[in-house]
């Protein structure tokens, strides 16, 4: 099966396999909430990938600047909010591979922290030697990109155009090789039926993880916390779409329809505002195993899989995971939110 996977360009980026790692006093903690019993708990640490502190994107990097390489490419371009996980992620790659890399962040998320517009990603992109452009919310992204294209070409350079959370086709095979890597870690510690969770935003790693399941035949669902928008139907039709495309690329069938289980209950007011369930579940995890989460992804992901987990929707399994995709330096941006003034 992995076979199909390695018929890409690759840059091998990233620290594999991540741990596996089971949350013993969380499922304590959970099953005396609830009342009853609960799955063993999981947590799959993606944030361990590497590459200046990790996550998710790395993965999807690994064939994205693979793919850069491959066409002769010596300038990376990327989007995102200011605080972007995947920016930073992509700085680093670049950083690696020796390419020059361009950021162009929107400022689109209405927070007021005063750290937010200095501090977490933000400096960190910087640090990894990124250029990095900011443009207000309301700016024509065409445009911006359109320009920024030409300036490169008028200085001899040649780019490439990673998009937001490297959700595409070909970044979303790094997922799909993430689920064969998970299903054989869930299988080695014999877990028999098994649910994968995980924080959905741009939609690449959920449907990297469709195509992945396509691709081996079986292993743990894949269950979507929505951390994005709040179209959540319309959301749930786009990664299906992603999936479909990606599992074309792996020469697999693709996924049936309304198979994208996305639960849209945990976003709160929008895309990078803090909510009181994010506050508490990071504390808790934090205190709890040592594992600290990030206050627009895996901060808001955790508590859905908390909730879901109190409500007894996964009572029939035996095991339930939560995909830890990274961003914890998004911490140092939103400090107001745990340390009190």
């Known amino acids: 099966m992995p076979e199909a996977l390695d018929e890409f360009p690759r840059l ?49 990097l690994e064939y994205l600047l693979g793919e850069a390489v491959a066409q002769g490419c010596d300038t990376v371009v990327t989007t995102g909010a200011l605080q972007s996980n995947h920016a930073r992620q992509t700085a680093a790659a670049a950083a690696a591979a ?28 910087r640090i990894l030697g990124a250029e990095v452009r900011v443009e207000p919310a309301g700016a024509d992204a065409g445009k911006v990109f359109a320009e920024l ?10 780019a490439f155009f990673v998009p937001v959370g490297g959700s595409n086709p070909t970044g979303s095979l790094g997922y799909a090789r993430a689920y064969l890597e998970l299903a054989d870690q869930a299988e080695a510690r014999g877990l028999g039926k098994a649910v994968l969770v995980h924080a959905s935003s741009s939609g690449g790693t959920q449907a990297g993880l469709i195509a992945g399941a396509q691709l081996r035949g079986g292993g743990p669902a894949i269950a979507g916390i929505n951390v994005y928008r709040k179209d959540n139907a319309a959301m749930a039709e786009g990664i299906h779409a992603l999936a479909c495309k990606t599992a074309a690329l792996l020469d697999v069938s693709a996924p049936p329809a309304g198979s994208v289980d996305l639960d849209g209950g945990y976003l709160g007011e929008g895309y990078g505002l803090p909510t009181p369930e994010m506050r508490t579940a990071v504390e808790r995890v934090a205190r709890m195993e040592g594992v600290l989460l990030d206050p627009v992804y895996t901060g808001k992901g955790m508590a859905g899989f908390i909730g879901q987990i109190v409500s007894g929707k996964y009572a029939e399994m035996e095991a339930a995971i939560f995909l830890h995709t990274g961003g914890m330096p998004g911490l140092f941006a939103y400090e107001e939110e745990f340390v009190p003034c």
């Not at 990233?14 to 009853?36: C, D, I, K």
């Not at 020059?100 to 400096?123: E, Q």
């Not at 294209?149 to 040649?158: H, L, R, S």
């Open 149 to 158: 294209f030409k300036e490169i070409e008028a200085k001899g350079g040649k």
């Open 12 to 60: 091998k980026l990233a620290h594999l396999p991540t741990p596996l790692v089971e949350m013993h006093r969380l499922r304590e903690a959970l099953r005396t909430q609830s009342g009853r019993d609960v799955p063993r708990l999981f947590i799959k640490r993606d944030d361990c990938t590497g590459l200046a502190t990790g996550g998710n994107k790395t993965r999807k």
């Open 98 to 125: 020796g390419l020059a890399c361009i950021l162009v962040l929107f400022d689109t998320v209405p927070y007021a922290g005063h750290a937010y517009r200095k501090s977490g990603n933000l400096l960190l992109d």
